[in-house]
């Protein structure tokens, strides 16, 4: 066999590569309408601001004092770096987004106040990578992490607002 034969790809069985189109085109899609429920959303909340929406059993377990819930996400995966323990596995839980607070209530609990979120990024497809003001890190990996971003945007937005005395 040629130096050329061997470096050539070994053909790949029949139907893998048709499954290989169909995940990359249903990755794309679900990418899409993540995208689009985000500009939607972006939309509204310049508009009516952030919605409040009825709050569950699990979040009305997790609600303090005057706090206004605005988002639920179910089956999502936390996982902590840069922390002085190490970090934790990922933890599945369902996240709670609320006007003082996002929520990841699961095995264990995890809260971060929004005024400590210093940046956000949206990476692959499930991904929203948070960095705190104290330099730790959380990866928070659910369905239409594009929509979770904006919410987050504008809770952290109107906390910022009534910080700064303003409606």
Do not use: C, F, K, N
């Not at 059993?57 to 819930?69: K, M, N, P, R």
């Not at 995966?77 to 996002?102: D, M």
């Not at 809260?111 to 960095?131: C, G, K």
Request: glycine share 8%.
């Amino acid at each position: 066999m040629s130096a050329l034969e061997a470096s050539l790809p070994l053909p790949l069985p029949i139907g893998v590569e048709g499954a290989a189109v169909r995940d990359a085109q249903t990755i794309a899609d679900r990418i899409a309408a993540d995208e689009t429920a985000a500009d939607d959303a972006r939309q509204a909340y310049q508009t009516d601001g952030l919605p409040a929406i009825e709050p569950d059993a699990g979040a009305g377990a997790i609600l303090q004092a005057g706090e206004t819930l605005h988002a639920i996400h179910a089956s999502a995966l936390l996982e902590e770096a840069g922390l002085p323990s190490g970090g934790a596995q990922p933890r599945g839980g369902t996240l709670y987004l609320t006007s003082e607070r996002v929520v990841h209530s699961g095995t264990e609990a995890t809260e971060l106040p929004l005024a400590d979120i210093e940046e956000m990024a949206v990476a692959l497809e499930r991904l929203v990578l948070i960095r705190r003001r104290d330099g730790s890190d959380l990866a928070l990996e659910v369905d239409q992490p594009r929509l979770l971003r904006v919410q987050l945007a504008a809770a952290i937005a109107a906390v910022r607002a009534r910080q700064a005395g303003r409606p």
